[in-house]
């Protein structure tokens, strides 16, 4: 079919593919996961999936705030359907908190394949698990694909919104860069500013008399140089678990201050680069890309509830939920042991005492054999 053109088959009815989707992924599938399957797998590769349509013959206008992935996710499907927008972005591109955030080692923990929009599939990921600047890169291509920087108040930032319930319009009131305000009216107001864009720095009793470069790793200062430096880490969070590893053999002393440890999976993806015969098959065979995108959404998101369930009879609820919850358990617990290797004694603080997937999972950049190095201490 791709060496021909010819027109492909129509789509297995949904018993088939119920059944089609269970092979793929390896256990059972609800049936209510089919009409996403089918909306998915439009022969072009998810262009020609349902359009929006404008609700109404009257005028409609909405005003968005934030240019990052959801924003620019939305303009694009309100240009498709012809409601006017205007998006207004604090900093002086698209991207969110991809543009924003620079530190050692940024990038997705997300498969790219599956941390990217349906309506634009992209085949030529450099990696499974892509840096921060091939995230950044995609949103400024999207920006200008689908032409929508002339929407969008570059430089300022929504200092407030009040709704008239009479009129049934927003007034949103906005500060630019040059500190000049205006007001914008609209019908409707979405807020895409994301939840990571504000780096909360704690009240650390002494900090202000540090004399030495303090920052955050949302804020990274890039004039700093590390190489030699003994350097503190407060966080283990998924970005304290992506700077760590990166910059530990550069520095003489990295000391890691944890609050609580994470669970914590391997991937051997992870670090694996997308070879070309990869990307030549994502492109040219038909609907493998779909079938690809639903294995890495099953196992990554939705194929994972019924390890969430908590069972009222399973007799060890302080550290699991259930029998599939603790399978998990084990086998992260086995894959921190091998990865620590002689290191036993970082066990008690790298174990965490609650049941996997209790906080939000992490995916294994060499952490634990970055806590063995012999200039690492946590």
Request: with cysteine.
């Amino acid at each position: 079919y791709a060496a021909t053109g010819r027109a492909l088959p129509p789509p297995p009815a949904p018993e088939l593919l119920r059944s089609m989707m269970a092979l793929a992924a390896g256990q059972a599938i609800p049936d209510e996961y089919v009409p996403m399957m089918l909306e998915q797998s439009s022969v072009d590769g998810g262009e020609k999936q349902r359009q929006w349509r404008k609700p109404a013959e009257r005028e409609f206008s909405i005003a968005i705030i934030g240019a990052g992935m959801s924003g620019l996710g939305l303009a694009v499907k309100l240009k498709e359907a012809g409601i006017p927008f205007t998006i207004f972005e604090k900093n002086d591109t698209v991207g969110g908190t991809w543009y924003e955030n620079g530190y050692p080692g940024c990038g997705v923990d997300t498969p790219n394949h599956f941390y990217s929009f349906s309506f634009e599939l992209f085949h030529d990921w450099t990696h499974f698990f892509s840096k921060r600047e091939a995230l950044w890169q995609y949103f400024e291509r999207l920006a200008d694909k689908y032409d929508l920087r002339r929407h969008i108040r570059f430089n300022t930032e929504v200092t407030e919104a009040q709704y008239d319930e009479k009129r049934e319009r927003w007034t949103v009131k906005f500060r630019a860069k040059d500190g000049s305000e205006g007001s914008f009216d609209s019908n409707a107001l979405v807020s895409a500013v994301g939840q990571l864009n504000r780096p909360s720095v704690p009240k650390i009793k002494g900090l202000e008399d540090f004399k030495g470069p303090a920052f955050h790793t949302g804020r990274w200062d890039h004039s700093v140089d590390i190489a030699g430096k003994k350097v503190a880490m407060i966080g283990t969070g998924a970005s304290g678990m992506q700077v760590g590893p990166t910059i530990a053999p550069q520095v003489e002393q990295l000391a890691i201050f944890q609050r609580s440890p994470h669970w914590v999976v391997p991937n051997p993806n992870y670090h694996r680069s997308v070879k070309d015969e990869k990307k030549w098959v994502l492109r040219h065979i038909p609907y493998y890309v779909q079938w690809y995108r639903f294995q890495l959404f099953w196992g990554f998101a939705d194929g994972l509830w019924p390890a969430l369930q908590k069972d009222p009879s399973w007799d060890k609820p302080a550290q699991s939920l259930n029998a599939t919850n603790e399978r998990y358990r084990i086998n992260m617990v086995r894959h921190i042991e091998r990865e620590l290797g002689a290191r036993k004694d970082l066990l008690p603080k790298v174990v965490p005492n609650y049941p996997p997937y209790g906080k939000r999972i992490l995916i294994d950049n060499h952490w634990y054999r970055m806590l063995a190095r012999p200039n690492v201490e946590l």
